[in-house]
């Protein structure tokens, strides 16, 4: 397969049934997703209410429950999306030929079962959906129109159209308003000039980010993307932050990541924080010139951030705190913790938890915290490098007692919570990046290398790793956009924040890992970028909320919304 100078003609309106199509596929897809939340919720409900041990029980069906729901969530958001893109007169062929191939394959897998993980496949019988119920799913009339309409021909014409005009632009599918487009632009530029050429430098010698970077991006408002115009920000939406995140993580994950900690502790302070503290810290978060580590995880309690045991007490005009934390990315590095303790003792679970905007002393030459009280050491990681991760110590590490978030002890875990749904959004749009970067490193190298005669993308197997790749990238932005409409909007979207970040992690994964396929042998050679971005990529189904414990939020929201309707 050779690219041409010509893509194959359009049609004059491309996809106009389309919309209509996938909107049958979503509408389905939901009945399915109903009936199992049904038969699930008989397992796991007792005396009205949701049962932890039924629910531990049932893992297996529940979480299921979860992928079920995300994929219908994305056939949802794909018949939107279509539906704008032909009121715009914006749908191009590749976006109409990538669609019908998500969708395809996507309900196949609700009928045949879904990979929640590479030993795990969810299937209809797990969560009780009966035969009749899955028969109704297979025989609507858009189950033949669809699968009918995506064949080897079909496949084909896909591949060559990412052939054919291999810009980004083409493989990305998307379409938003003209400031995020122009935004898009821009730090696409600043990610293929100053961050992708050192990416595998600074991944290959294990070095911090450079400090002229981060200033850099301090420049561009990166660190106060969503702070208000009051407070120093540029006062943009979450959908911007999914912009920035996607094109810088595209560069280098350490890069798209140095935004997160800045991100968190603004909002928390936003949401929580007293007037003084506002006009202390967001100017400074914004401008950049203030790092921010965050200091949640405890060493035994992981994702239980209830079962935090960090002791802050309260002396005189100071906190002292003593215990430990780990995973606490740039620690090194910071001015500000945010630093989650525990500030009453006799409270149980996560009532007596506070957090605290504790300042420190950055790393200075021979001595990474030079504290009082305070000592770290680095946790060497496969990826996700360039800001560094360190398990720390604190005794009776001072910390002033105006520095507790809003001026009142015990609404800690409140407080962070508050926190999560943006989190995880930000960390769907860097899978999306990472996922991006595997797809063009992947498409790059197949069109390049020559086996038997002819390029690695003239083989099947090859191509259909580029393509689903783009066609669930595809899929995942739309779910991420959403999320963050949502939140944009001020509606509550732990659920779809939750189904964003759990699929675009297994989408860049598998897409880093089908690139690496691709490049054969010399995938696994250190010196190709590739086995960076799949070293970067496993760490998205752990951090910011395990995919398993993603699952279980999304599962539960949607059973406890079936017993209040």
Request: hydrophobic share 40%; glycine share 12%; aromatic share 6%.
């Given at each position: 397969m050779t690219s041409s100078s010509e893509s194959p003609p359009a049609e004059a309106t491309p996809g106009v049934m389309l919309p209509d199509l996938l909107a049958r596929v979503a509408t389905a897809a939901d009945h399915l997703v109903q009936a199992a939340t049904a038969t699930i919720a008989e397992r796991v409900v007792v005396r009205g209410r949701l049962d932890r041990l039924a629910l531990d029980r049932e893992q297996h069906a529940v979480h299921g429950l979860a992928w079920y729901a995300t994929y219908a969530a994305v056939l949802d958001q794909l018949a939107s999306w279509s539906a704008r893109l032909i009121a715009?007169?914006?749908?191009?062929?590749?976006?109409?030929?990538?669609?019908?191939?998500?969708?395809?394959?996507?309900?196949?897998?609700?009928?045949?079962?879904?990979?929640?993980?590479?030993?795990?496949?969810?299937?209809?019988?797990?969560?009780?959906?009966?035969?009749?119920?899955?028969?109704?799913?297979?025989?609507?009339?858009?189950?033949?129109?669809?699968?009918?309409?995506v064949g080897p021909h079909e496949h084909m014409r896909a591949a060559q159209l990412l052939l054919d005009s291999r810009s980004r632009a083409t493989i990305e599918s998307v379409a938003l308003d003209e400031e995020l487009e122009l935004m898009r632009d821009e730090f696409r530029a600043f990610a293929d000039e100053k961050v992708l050429p050192f990416a595998h430098i600074w991944h290959g010698a294990d070095a911090l980010?450079?400090?002229?970077?981060?200033?850099?991006?301090?420049?561009?408002?990166?660190?106060?993307?969503?702070?208000?115009?009051?407070?120093?920000?540029a006062g943009l939406s979450k959908m911007a932050m999914c912009v920035v995140s996607e094109e810088l993580s595209r560069g280098y994950i350490g890069v798209g990541s140095l935004g997160t900690r800045a991100e968190i502790a603004a909002e928390l302070i936003l949401n929580a924080?007293?007037?003084?503290?506002?006009?202390?810290?967001?100017?400074?978060?914004?401008?950049?010139?203030?790092?921010?580590?965050?200091?949640?995880?405890?060493?035994?309690?992981?994702?239980?951030?209830?079962?935090?045991?960090?002791?802050?007490?309260?002396?005189?005009?100071?906190?002292?705190?003593?215990g430990s934390?780990?995973?606490?990315?740039?620690?090194?590095?910071?001015?500000?913790?945010?630093?989650?303790?525990?500030?009453?003792?006799?409270?149980?679970?996560?009532?007596?938890?506070?957090?605290?905007?504790?300042?420190k002393t950055p790393a200075r030459p021979g001595c990474d915290f030079p504290d009082e009280g305070l000592t770290g050491g680095e946790i060497p990681v496969l990826g996700y490098r360039g800001m560094k991760e360190y398990a720390l110590s604190f005794d009776a590490f001072r910390v002033p007692a105006d520095a507790l978030l809003g001026g009142v002890e015990g609404l800690g875990f409140r407080q962070l919570m508050a926190t999560f749904e943006s989190a995880r959004i930000q960390t769907a749009a860097r899978a999306i990046g990472i996922g991006q970067m595997a797809l063009e490193l992947g498409l790059d190298y197949a069109v390049q290398r020559q086996q038997f005669e002819q390029p690695l993308y003239a083989y099947p197997r090859v191509r259909n790793k580029v393509l689903m790749t783009a066609a669930e990238l595809l899929g995942v932005r739309q779910l991420t956009y959403r999320a963050a409409q949502m939140k944009d909007s001020g509606k509550r979207c732990d659920r779809e924040a939750g189904m964003a970040k759990l699929l675009a992690?297994?989408?860049?994964?598998?897409?880093?890992?089908?690139?690496?396929?691709?490049?054969?042998?010399?995938?696994?050679?250190?010196?190709?970028?590739i086995s960076r971005v799949l070293c970067d990529a496993r760490v998205l189904s752990i951090f910011e909320g395990a995919a398993e414990i993603q699952a279980q939020v999304i599962a539960r929201r949607l059973i406890e919304e079936r017993m209040t309707s």
């Open positions: 715009t007169g914006r749908m191009r062929p590749i976006d109409e030929l990538l669609s019908r191939i998500l969708a395809a394959e996507y309900a196949e897998q609700l009928a045949g079962g879904i990979p929640m993980g590479q030993q795990e496949i969810i299937r209809p019988q797990h969560m009780g959906v009966d035969g009749p119920t899955l028969s109704h799913f297979t025989s609507g009339s858009w189950w033949h129109e669809l699968n009918t309409s980010i450079p400090i002229e970077v981060i200033a850099q991006l301090g420049e561009l408002g990166v660190f106060g993307l969503t702070i208000p115009e009051s407070h120093g920000g924080g007293t007037p003084a503290q506002k006009d202390h810290w967001l100017p400074r978060i914004a401008s950049g010139k203030t790092i921010v580590t965050a200091a949640f995880t405890e060493p035994d309690a992981g994702s239980d951030l209830a079962a935090v045991r960090t002791r802050a007490r309260r002396e005189g005009d100071s906190y002292s705190v003593t934390k780990t995973w606490t990315t740039h620690a090194a590095r910071a001015d500000l913790m945010t630093l989650l303790v525990r500030t009453d003792p006799t409270l149980p679970g996560h009532r007596g938890l506070s957090i605290l905007l504790a300042p992690a297994r989408i860049a994964w598998s897409a880093a890992d089908g690139a690496l396929q691709i490049h054969g042998g010399n995938g696994f050679a250190l010196e190709y970028p």
